[in-house]
């Protein structure tokens, strides 16, 4: 798995989109925030994305198009269809897994120059990965809970609709109407494929434990910088 290399078979036009895309992403982040925060947020989401391009490789799958986003993040298309949701659950594992490692990086290097600025970056990454394993459609987290239970795309759903509600904004909006057509696809592909969902109860728990460790981890993490930030501040 480490000696895959994630971009194989990229052209020319993959190589663009993902670099001129990875440049305004920071040039746009640079108006509201200080460039060395920027970097290294950046920095992580594209480590994140390489995660996913890994698995995606090691599956014996072609990855697409590799984008940034600005304020929303990065994504990885694929060229070829998992197999199973089971391999999508451990494409969708990998990029937190590797933005996680990311973080932890930051993390020590802060411990080791106590320099605010890395504990800063690794806070945003571990918060960035967090948001990304939220069970709701198009994240990380939809596509892993998937082979958890669909179930849980409910508590998800529930989530966005509150937020639309209550703070409505063009952010918030699309991510609805993204989930709801994942979650549409996701039916689709259950009557057009109905093997895609077959899963052993090993392979379903095995999901269940990374999953629910790894949200655990990045939440305990993601707690554990913001408080030593706010203890800087004092």
Not at 30 to 50: K, N, R, S, Y
Request: with cysteine; glycine share 10%.
């Amino acid at each position: 798995l480490l000696f895959v290399n994630p971009f194989e078979g990229f052209g020319a036009m993959q190589y663009a989109i993902a670099g001129g895309s990875f440049v305004v992403t920071i040039a746009a982040y640079t108006t509201q925030f200080p460039l060395a925060v920027v970097m290294g947020f950046v920095v992580i989401t594209l480590i994140h994305e390489v995660g996913h391009a890994v698995a995606i490789r090691a599956k014996g799958l072609r990855a697409g198009f590799m984008v940034f986003i600005p304020f929303i993040g990065g994504a990885v298309s694929i060229k070829d269809q998992p197999h199973s949701a089971f391999d999508d659950a451990q494409i969708g594992l990998a990029g937190p897994a590797a933005g996680t490692a990311a973080s932890l990086v930051c993390l020590q290097i802060y411990k080791w120059t106590d320099d605010p600025l890395w504990l800063l970056i690794a806070f945003l990454g571990f918060g960035l990965n967090l948001i990304n394993l939220l069970p709701i459609g198009m994240l990380d987290g939809g596509r892993i809970s998937a082979a958890v239970t669909k179930w849980m795309w409910v508590f998800g759903g529930a989530a966005v609709i509150y937020k639309v509600i209550q703070q409505p904004n063009p952010l918030i909006i699309l991510i609805a109407v993204l989930a709801a057509f994942q979650v549409y696809a996701s039916l689709n592909r259950e009557k057009t494929d109905p093997h895609y969902y077959d899963i052993t109860g090993a392979q379903r728990a095995a999901i269940a434990v990374l999953y629910f460790a790894l949200v655990i981890f990045l939440g305990h993490q993601t707690w554990m910088t913001y408080s030593r930030l706010e203890l800087l501040r004092q």
